[in-house]
């Protein structure tokens, strides 16, 4: 085995695909995204053969220092022994090149994988092994940690894997979302690179009810960029000229009807009285929403990128203003639909907390996905000094912004 630095990207990104640990964030692509950043590829070879690799992120600090990062890396066989100590072995002459104070990993090794109604906290003797293996070497593991924050990529995330009839087998909740948009005439687009801002609009939203702080328009359009045809971004369109005509049209008909119906017929009066209401109430809305903001508007909107078999759905976005047409379940449910007809098997939804509770989670069990547990994150110190100190700024950083 030979540890070896500078690896082609090409050949890297073929043997993640093929790998059981293949994740987007292992993609040499995804350095490309994180250019603040430098980064290289390192691995171990056997015979000529890549045996393990990992995309490495390097943040530069002031006097030459580093930190190093590998998101959802190292990918290789964490139970083979004698590999992971040649990849550590070669992964610390690599960092004292660079300089590095630390390293972060997150391999994407499962811990456990259910459905919601199924959660259960059955970590297998697996990935106990591999926590001890990683120690013995160095690292220092953080614990399964519950909170989103905890960790820099979440350790829980909701997974929709393709299966025959998808749409027929979603819950109920599901499909009954999916048939109001399209009863609504909701329609669907994928947004070129000219129009990226109207996605970074509908992601603002977002950020101003949950007051968080999401990415940007050049950062969406760096995705596209980077990812071409690999990447894809639903807006979701409300045709609230076409909805106003149907709705005038309907309210027009429940008038002839009412003013036909005998005033002894009493149960078809209530009914046709309170479809008027109902009627009546969405004529007057959508007359304001039209006069707000044209025939038609974006009410919700999502981006996924596929790499190997595998999709992240990384961003999504809706206008709360228009949530009773159900906008953000037909874009996920585009972004699963293009994901399997791209053979993708699966479809991250992203993160979600891992008491699985709170809104995203609710929102998120509608498409009844998989649960899947990450072993969580690792550090391997180089320079204990500046350790200690860069965590401390960084403790006092995350109590200041909660």
Not at 113 to 125: C, G, K, S
Not at 279 to 286: F, H, K, M, P, T
Request: aromatic share 10%; glycine share 6%.
């Amino acid at each position: 085995m030979e540890f070896v630095v500078g690896i082609d990207s090409k050949e890297h990104d073929e043997f993640v695909k093929k790998h059981p640990l293949c994740n987007l964030l292992q993609s040499s692509k995804w350095a490309h995204v994180k250019d603040n950043w430098d980064h290289e590829i390192v691995g171990v070879k056997e015979s000529g053969v890549l045996i393990a690799s990992a995309s490495v992120l390097i943040k530069r600090l002031p006097l030459s220092f580093s930190i190093l990062y590998t998101p959802r890396g190292p990918v290789m066989d964490f139970n083979n022994t004698d590999l992971v100590q040649c990849f550590f072995q070669g992964m610390k002459r690599f960092a004292r090149s660079q300089h590095a104070i630390y390293l972060t990993m997150d391999p994407a090794v499962h811990c456990n994988d259910y459905t919601l109604e199924e959660a259960n906290e059955n970590r297998y003797d697996t990935c106990g092994k591999i926590i001890r293996m990683l120690q013995q070497i160095g690292a220092s593991f953080k614990g399964y940690t519950k909170s989103i924050d905890d960790t820099i990529q979440p350790r829980y995330h909701a997974n929709v894997y393709a299966a025959e009839d998808f749409r027929e087998n979603l819950p109920k909740s599901a499909r009954k979302a999916l048939n109001i948009a399209e009863k609504k005439m909701l329609q669907a687009e994928t947004c070129e690179l000219d129009d990226v801002h109207i996605f970074a609009e509908v992601m603002h939203h977002t950020e101003a009810r949950k007051n968080i702080a999401l990415r940007g328009e050049d950062y969406f359009k760096k995705l596209i960029q980077v990812y071409g045809e690999d990447a894809v971004i639903y807006l979701i369109r409300i045709p609230l000229k076409e909805l106003y005509d149907d709705s005038t049209v309907k309210l027009k008909e429940n008038e002839k009807a009412l003013s036909e119906c005998p005033e002894n017929a009493k149960k078809k009066r209530f009914t046709l009285e309170e479809q008027h209401a109902s009627y009546s109430r969405e004529v007057s809305d959508l007359t304001k929403l039209i006069e707000q903001c044209g025939n038609s508007v974006i009410g919700a909107g999502a981006l996924c990128v596929k790499f190997g078999k595998d999709a992240e759905l990384l961003y999504a976005g809706m206008d709360d203003t228009y949530k009773r047409y159900m906008a953000p379940y037909l874009a996920f449910y585009k972004c699963m639909e293009w994901s399997f007809a791209h053979g993708c098997r699966s479809c991250n939804m992203g993160g979600i907390e891992g008491n699985l509770k709170g809104g995203l989670t609710k929102f998120k069990a509608n498409f009844h996905p998989i649960i899947n547990e990450y072993i969580g994150e690792f550090d391997i110190v180089y320079h204990k000094l500046f350790y200690r100190i860069i965590m401390r700024v960084l403790s006092k950083r995350k109590k200041h912004s909660t």
